[in-house]
C-alpha cells in the first residue's frame, strides 16, 4: 500500500523549452572583408604653361568635360605679336639664305675656271651654310612661338568632372605656378583597401583562375552594393601593418562612388558547395571543444562534438559532426543536459507593422457598421 502511495506520487519528467534550427546545406561564399576608400581613376591638375591674363572662363565648376574642352583662354596677343615677329625674321633670313646659296654656286663654277681663287669661292659657301644654320634658328623660335601661343588655350586633358575654380577671369597667372582647376576621372573609378597579408595565396590562386569579383557599399546607405572587379594587387606587403594594397575597379556610370569616401568592401575568392551550416548560435564551446545539442526523434538533447568552420553572416560552417536536416538548440543551452527532455518553443514572428495597420483600421471601419445593425 505505501509503495503504491508512493509510486502514484512520483513527479513527472522534466520537460524544457528550448528554441531550435534546422542545419541546411547552403553554397558559401568564400570572402574576404575590409574597409576601403574610393579613388578617382585619373586626377590632372590645370596649371598654365605661359604667363598672361585669363581672358575666358569656358566651363563652369563642377561640370562633367570631355577630353579636349575648351576650359580657360588666356589673352593670347603678346603671343601673336610674339609669332608675328619670328616669322618676319625667318622670312628674311630665308631670302639672305637663298641669296647665298645662289652665290655659292656662282663662285663655284667661276673658281672651276680659275676666274676666282679658292679662297673666296670658301668664303661665299661658309657664308651660305650660316645662313642656312641662321634659318633653322629661326625656324625652331618661329615653331616656340607658334606652341607659346597654342597654351593660351588651356583644355582638358582628359575626361572627367572639374571641381572648384581657384582663379577666375581677370587673374593674371605664371607658368607652372598655381592649380586653376582639379579633374577627376570618376566612371571608372577605384575603389582601394587593405587585407591581411595571410590571405594573400588564396587570393594570388584564385585571381589565376580568373577575375575575382569585388562589392562596394557605403554605410547607413540603403543601397545595393556596386559591383567592380579586382585589377590590382600591390608589390609588396606593408611590413608596419601587416597588410597589403589592392584596387579594384568600377563602372560607376550612376557616380553610387564618390572619391574620398569610406565604404564595405567585399571580395569573392570562390564559392563553396552544399556546406553544412547551423545558426551561430548554436555552436557552444566547452571542455571537449566546440558542440552542440541535437534534438533527437524522441525529443531528447544530445550533446555532440563538431568540428566548425568559418563564419558566414548568421551562419557557421560544420566541417564535421552533424549532418543537414538535424535539429540543434539554438537558445536554452544552460538549462538543458544530455538526454533530458526538450519541448520547442519557437518564438511567432511578428507581425508586419503595415498588416497589423491595414487590420486595425478594418476593425474600425467594422464598429459603426456592427453599431448601426444592432441599433436596428
Known amino acids: 500500500m505505501i509503495a503504491g502511495c508512493s509510486k502514484a506520487k512520483q513527479a513527472p519528467a522534466r520537460v524544457v523549452p528550448v528554441v531550435a ?20 581613376y585619373n586626377t590632372v591638375t590645370i596649371k598654365s604653361q605661359v604667363n598672361g591674363e585669363i581672358s575666358e572662363v569656358h566651363f563652369r565648376e563642377g561640370q562633367d568635360v570631355k577630353q579636349g574642352k575648351l576650359l580657360f583662354r588666356i589673352d593670347p596677343r603678346p603671343f601673336e605679336s610674339t609669332l608675328r615677329q619670328a616669322e618676319s625674321t625667318l622670312a628674311r633670313d630665308r631670302a639672305q639664305a637663298k641669296n647665298a646659296q645662289e652665290e655659292s654656286k656662282r663662285y663655284a663654277a667661276l673658281a672651276g675656271k ?5 679662297q673666296e669661292y670658301d668664303r661665299a659657301r661658309t657664308n651660305a651654310d650660316a645662313l642656312d644654320a641662321v634659318v633653322k634658328a ?20 582628359i575626361d572627367g568632372q572639374t571641381g572648384a575654380i581657384t582663379i577666375q577671369k581677370g587673374n593674371v597667372v605664371k607658368a607652372n605656378d598655381l592649380s586653376l582647376v582639379t579633374i577627376n576621372q570618376i566612371a571608372p573609378i ?43 594587387i600591390d608589390n609588396k606587403v606593408n611590413t608596419s601593418t601587416g597588410t597589403i594594397t589592392l584596387k579594384a575597379t ?60 568559418r563564419s558566414y553572416g548568421e551562419w557557421t560552417i560544420v566541417d564535421k559532426g552533424i549532418a543537414a536536416g538535424e535539429k540543434v ?44 445593425l444592432k441599433n436596428k
Open 190 to 232: 577605384y575603389v582601394t583597401f587593405a587585407v591581411p597579408e595571410q590571405d594573400l595565396a588564396n587570393i594570388k590562386r584564385f585571381q589565376a583562375s580568373g577575375d575575382l569579383h569585388v562589392e562596394a557599399s557605403m554605410p547607413q546607405a540603403n543601397k545595393k552594393p556596386v559591383k567592380g572587379s579586382l585589377t590590382f
Open 21 to 40: 534550427e534546422t542545419a541546411d546545406q547552403k553554397n558559401v561564399p568564400l570572402q574576404v572583408k575590409a574597409i576601403g576608400n574610393v579613388e578617382a
Open 329 to 372: 538548440v539554438t537558445d536554452g543551452q544552460l538549462r538543458i543536459t544530455p538526454g533530458v527532455k526538450v519541448e520547442i518553443k519557437n518564438s511567432t514572428p511578428k507581425q508586419d507593422p503595415t498588416t497589423e495597420a491595414q487590420s486595425t483600421q478594418s476593425k474600425t471601419e467594422k464598429i459603426p457598421e456592427a453599431q448601426a
Open 250 to 309: 568600377f563602372a560607376n556610370q550612376d557616380r553610387a562612388l564618390w572619391p574620398g569616401q569610406f565604404v564595405d568592401v567585399v571580395l569573392t575568392l570562390t564559392t563553396e558547395k552544399n556546406r553544412v551550416v547551423v545558426p551561430s548560435p548554436a555552436v557552444q564551446t566547452g571542455q571537449q571543444g566546440q558542440y552542440v545539442y541535437v534534438i533527437k526523434d524522441d525529443m531528447t538533447a544530445d550533446l555532440r562534438v563538431i568540428t566548425a568552420g
Open 138 to 157: 629661326d625656324e625652331a623660335a618661329a615653331e616656340n612661338a607658334r606652341l607659346q601661343l597654342e597654351y593660351t588655350s588651356i583644355k582638358a586633358p
Open 114 to 118: 680659275g676666274f676666282v681663287s679658292v
